[in-house]
């Protein structure tokens, strides 16, 4: 957690040096610094285990797209020398970006609070390596999160690598809640949410969602430090790579702020598990660890009390229902009572 984590992670950079963690200035792309936390200077956020291909690409897109001042901070961890060198040539040629290298993994929450610490925007953005930037993604978040105090974070429609169909939008993430208590949360892509392009009615519409995504998330600072970010794992308890983006999502509903869809910020996703290779070195050491990702699941459901787990996928449900220590896979007609009145989603 933010309030303590010097006191559980030591940061290096790529040399194996630490880090001046107050030695630092808040620079942006044009060499400009600027004051410590302004809502001008935007910190994004990016998590590294290999894919030194990916992440270049991410930043390249970043650079060519975004207008508006940022700083990117990446935080690495255990990546092969020839991802390392990626890593060192993208932070030669920029001055705005900043390196944190993990010998061993902090998991998908440590990384991303290690990268809020060291970061000096007043907005954060998570975003995912594995995504790339399109015009005006940034302004369009920054336009959304600067018109209402109450809006605490702010995501971006996801579109395949085909830039006409859509990954995620807002309609896709429901929870399910009765007298305002939240025991269902999760994914919709079935049937009509399926196959949506990116100018259909639906993801056209903007408005608060119950939970977003943070694989390209804007969300203010002040609200990061509300949450006291990430759960991370501290003390043998929390959450290391899955679900994050749900508990954080939920942590900042109960601070009291709205979680925003913004149709007009488009990033791209260029993620398919259908098509990877589950047998290469990101993914069976830090993505598809089955038996962690399940352990998470079942501290976040406890956590929140929660029931259920939606993921109902274009080719199949994966939702689980959670009884007693296990997670038993079930079928809900979400268009049925009691799901139907108390489904929740973009309003």
Known sequence: MLKDIEKHYTFFDLNGEKIDLKGRKAIDQYKEIHKDFSFNFTSIVLISAERGEDTKRCVESIFNYTPEPFEIIISDVGSSEGTKKILKELKGANSNIHMICNKDSTGTTGQRNQGIFLSLGGLLVFMDNDVLALPNWLKSLKSVIQKDEKIGAVGAKLLKPDRLTVYYCGAHAVTLEKDGEIYGIGLDKGEELSELRKDDPIPQVEGEVPWYSTTTLLIRRDVVYKCDGFDDIIGGEGIFIAN???????TIRKEGF???????????????????????????????????????????????????????????????????????PVKLDLSSIPYSDDLVRLK
Do not use: A
């Not at 994050?244 to 939920?250: C, F, G």
């Not at 488009?266 to 990702?293: C, F, G, P």
């Not at 699941?297 to 406890?302: A, E, I, K, S, V």
């Open 244 to 250: 994050e983006d749900k508990d954080l999502s939920l």
């Open 258 to 328: 709205k979680i925003w869809y913004c149709p007009e910020s488009e990033t791209i996703h260029n993620h398919d598990y259908s098509q990877v290779n589950r047998e290469d070195k990101y993914h069976k050491l830090y993505r598809l660890r089955m038996n962690q990702i399940e352990k998470d699941t079942l501290y976040f459901m406890r956590k929140w009390n929660l029931t259920y787990l939606l993921e109902r996928l274009p080719h199949e449900d994966n939702t689980k229902k959670l009884v007693g220590s296990k997670l038993i």
